[in-house]
């Protein structure tokens, strides 16, 4: 591919990435018309919604410079794994890759791959790719996503291997391409970043400092979603709550969850992280008052017991947590609470251990992501006296064992109900799947032709971690 790079490029963004897609795609169209050949590329994501949302933005850039995504991964010509770190297995699957990959280049010696995401932010990983994993041809990190189109252009360029890694953020840049996974939901950033340093969590390092975008960005994004048919968004930062502060005309979070309900188009507006230092009474007020917003609500709990909350950092205790949770279920009754749950913290003892079961107890949660402690370079707990498998994976299985009776509890309370689901994609049993007000996920039958619609179902079986149930007929319109 020969990119004319001699061409000057604006110091302005978005401005100045467009240019580089411009050339990109120049050279692209001109090696198709001479090889006959399209260039394909292939994205696996890991981790959280972040990764995802800025997952879409990358293949945004590649669709319109004009690669398509491959059938499969060895078929592509430009492999990239958007990383996490949060847990030490998501990094080992990374190293797994790299040396399967290695094998890719030896059939396609065109192809080349990129890592980018999480990961990338920790110098003790950058050292180990960059020793000895020479397979690799682009490193980027989380604080220049955006500049893409920009490094590809110059290792196609160099024909050499390009690592760009910021140890902070710069400008929050706006309006550049994405590419959504469906056409009628999307997730939309609302902040980035993380100020809360929870002693257990790399995000805060490799993230950088909260900081919001600004309300009429946001509102000018989802305008344009509801324009294209969307009906539902998903609002992501990692403390929802706190958004809007540093802004210079400040706004709360709730106060932006009314302006964001006056959009006509979006039905259904859902927010992913909460943190229950942050969670204000506004908040809950604005849960039970806009009828857009839907009755879920992750609030991650971590642990129940207020002696390793406190170690933890997470500025809320026992009964705080529990505190919150009741007025949430005051004010939205019927609402789904899902959380967060660590086991194995530094130190944890059988007595706090049994509090966080107490706690999913009284609580009665509808779901939960449930971890192991890792260990992760650079955090506070990383040097605190671990706790040994022997003790932590039984008690990871004793928490399980609580939250599916807990689960399926619920599950029961909610069976013979109908709920409006949007149906979202055909699943492996040839069944539509998709999601209630309250996030639970229900199979059920009913026409392709459905997908995108919000249609009523009514539960009739509990799967625990799913629903089958069925499409109310006499409500459908032709
Ligand atoms: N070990 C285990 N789980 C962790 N999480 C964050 N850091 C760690 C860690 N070091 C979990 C928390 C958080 C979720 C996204 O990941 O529960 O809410
Ligand atoms: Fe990590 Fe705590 Fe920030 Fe969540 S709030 S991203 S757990 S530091």
Known sequence: MTIDMTRPAPEKEPERQYHFMDLLKEALEQEQTESGKTRTYSITTMGCQMNARDSEKLRGILEYIGYREAAREKDADLVIYNTCCVRENAEQKVYGKLG???GFKKQNPNLKICLCGCMM???AVLEKIQKSYPQVDLIFGT???YKFAELLATMEESGSRIIDIWQAHGEIVEDLPSLRKFGFKASVNIMFGCDNFCTYCIVPYVRGRERSRKPEEILKEIRD?????????????????SYGRGLEEPITFAELLYKIAEIEGIERIRFMTSHPKDLSDDLIQAMRDIPQLMPHFHLPLQSGSSELLHRM????????YLERAEALQAAVPGISLTTDIIVGFPGETEEDFE???DVVRKVGFDSAFTFIYSPRIGTPAAVMEQAPEEVTKPRFDRLLKVLEEVIEENNQKRLHQTYHVLAESV???GMLTGRTETNQLVHFEAPECMIGQIVPVTLDESKIYYFIGHLERTCIIA
């Open 355 to 357: 509090e966080t079961l």
């Open 225 to 241: 979603l509801a324009a294209d048919g969307v009906k539902e968004i998903q609002l992501l930062g990692q403390n929802v709550n």
């Open 100 to 102: 399967y990959l290695k």
């Open 427 to 429: 699943s492996k049993n």
């Open 121 to 123: 932010q920790e110098d």
């Open 143 to 145: 604080h220049n996503i």
């Open 313 to 320: 950092n997470r500025h809320y205790d026992k009964a705080r």
